[in-house]
């Protein structure tokens, strides 16, 4: 089976305009996962709410912020030259293998600059970043458990290959939609639907919000609406 066409630009700034919890919605209707599975945890909270969604592809990375036991290969060069291929708009996903996560940030100013530069648009670890005033003048979002103060001795052990954050594997080129409620990943296979699927999401809970609004609100009609939302999908 041939990979799933991506999504144009135009599409892509489209999920946008929704929120993660609609993006959620739309793709229970499809019922590829169960509705417990799919976003990241609770613990890995956005750091910059004010800056909206963002809609992107998965370039993944490794850190480690301990200090070294032994000397170990430069992989900077390589993983710079690796984010550069992948088609964006990308989201830099760094797995902390620090136990406990966040001694030390692989995301401040710098990454940050470079990482824009080359097409990302935020970072999402379950370690904690930092330079947080310096990164969001840069328009660039930051997700992580908190901020922290050093970079420690970090560095790259491997990138571009499955990330696992609090548990949740991330491959390479998911794509990822997040905001101020969290994390959610997409299913490649319905992404060229979920525009439709966000739609009937708010077709549906429409006339239920509606009801609820009105003076002439009724208990047994809210009922009967809600037993009749059936989601319509084209193919």
Do not use: W
């Not at 919890?21 to 709410?49: D, K, M, S, V, Y």
């Not at 003048?137 to 499955?162: E, I, M, T, W």
């Amino acid at each position: 089976m041939s990979p799933p066409t991506p999504l144009s630009l135009d599409q892509l700034e489209a999920l946008k305009k929704y929120n993660t919890p609609t993006i959620a919605n739309a793709i229970e209707i499809f019922n590829l996962r169960g509705r417990h599975l799919g976003f990241l945890p609770h613990q890995i909270r956005c750091l910059f709410p004010d800056l909206g969604p963002m809609v992107g592809y998965a370039v993944t990375s490794v850190t480690q912020a301990a200090p070294p036991t032994e000397k170990g290969p430069d992989l900077n060069a390589d993983y710079l030259r690796y984010v550069a291929a992948q088609p964006g708009p990308k989201i830099a996903v760094g797995q902390d293998l620090d136990n406990p996560p966040g001694l030390g940030a692989q995301f401040g100013e710098v990454n940050a600059t470079i990482h824009k530069k080359l097409g990302c648009v935020g970072h999402i670890t379950d370690g904690c970043p930092r330079d947080l005033d310096e990164v969001h003048g840069l328009g660039f979002q930051l997700y992580g458990l908190n901020p922290c103060v050093s970079h420690a001795y970090v560095r790259l052990v491997d990138f571009g290959k499955p990330v696992k954050l609090a548990g949740v594997e991330v491959m390479p080129g998911e794509l990822i939609h997040a905001d101020k409620h969290g994390v959610c990943l997409i299913p490649l296979e319905i992404a060229h639907k979920l525009l439709d699927a966000c739609a009937e999401v708010e077709r549906l809970e429409r006339p239920l919000l509606e009801h609820c609004r009105s003076e002439a609100f009724d208990l047994e009609e809210y009922i009967r609406l809600r037993s009749d939302m059936k989601p319509k999908i084209r193919e």
